[in-house]
């Protein structure tokens, strides 16, 4: 494993509440990443950091913003979620020419 | 834009049987590609790559080979066993210094005994 935490696990939250999920890692892996995994769509990309503080969107970035204040953790923000934002979520990291190893995911239900 | 396809699943097996599940992409240049695989309750776990042309990539038994002609990356083994239930991701690499992955949807394999 390349020790990857992700918290909470599961969430239940309200429409229109702002949610904070956590990803730390301890392999000091330059790049982490957030995906999401709906059925028939396999795993998409949120956003992803580069480095402290450097961090560009993916192909589904709307309704999400990200942080990354320590190179172990990366925080996924959903500003205000919304039913579509029910998924399961997941976290990855690597180095520029290695494999992704991703955390264990955090499913999501927005009620 | 970059993008891989997979065949639908679910696919169910007898145990022993042979397994493809094919994969096949569209991008630019020339991507890595890679074969995912998630237990039940778990993440992602890297199951093998290939990074150019012609390049087989192959671990626990399964293989797949990079095809450039056709662009694909179909998975195999040879006699599948209870264990290998799982679902399977094809993925590859956006080459722009990231790694960030592209994704397929996902097959579904249950192998009964």
């Known amino acids: 494993d390349a020790g990857i935490t992700q918290s909470p696990r599961h969430k239940v939250t309200e429409t229109g509440t702002p949610v904070t999920l956590r990803c730390h890692q301890t392999?000091?892996?330059?790049?982490m990443y957030w995906y999401r995994q709906d059925p028939g769509h396999g795993l998409r990309l949120i956003h992803y950091s580069y480095g402290v503080k450097d961090t560009d969107k993916g192909e589904v970035s709307d309704g999400y913003s990200v942080s990354r204040s320590k190179t172990e953790d990366f925080l996924l923000t959903l500003e205000s979620a919304t039913s579509s934002q029910t998924s399961v979520y997941f976290c990855?990291?690597?180095?520029?020419?290695?494999?992704?190893?991703f955390g264990q995911g955090t499913r999501l239900t927005v009620v | 834009g970059n993008s891989v396809t997979q065949m639908e699943g679910p696919v169910t097996l007898s145990e022993e049987a042979f397994l493809t599940i094919n994969c096949t992409y569209t991008a630019t240049g020339y991507p890595s590609l890679f074969w995912y695989v998630q237990y039940p309750g778990e993440g992602l776990q890297l199951l093998l790559k290939a990074t150019k042309a012609d390049d087989k990539g192959s671990n626990k038994g399964f293989e797949a080979t990079y095809r450039k002609e056709t662009t694909s990356f179909h998975l195999e083994k040879g006699s599948v066993q209870v264990s290998d239930s799982a679902v399977y991701f094809c993925a590859l690499s956006d080459l722009e210094g990231a790694q960030k992955l592209v994704f397929g949807q996902g097959t579904r394999l249950t192998i009964n005994p």
């Open positions: 392999e000091n892996h330059r790049y």
């Open positions: 990855a990291t690597g180095q520029l020419n290695t494999e992704a190893f």
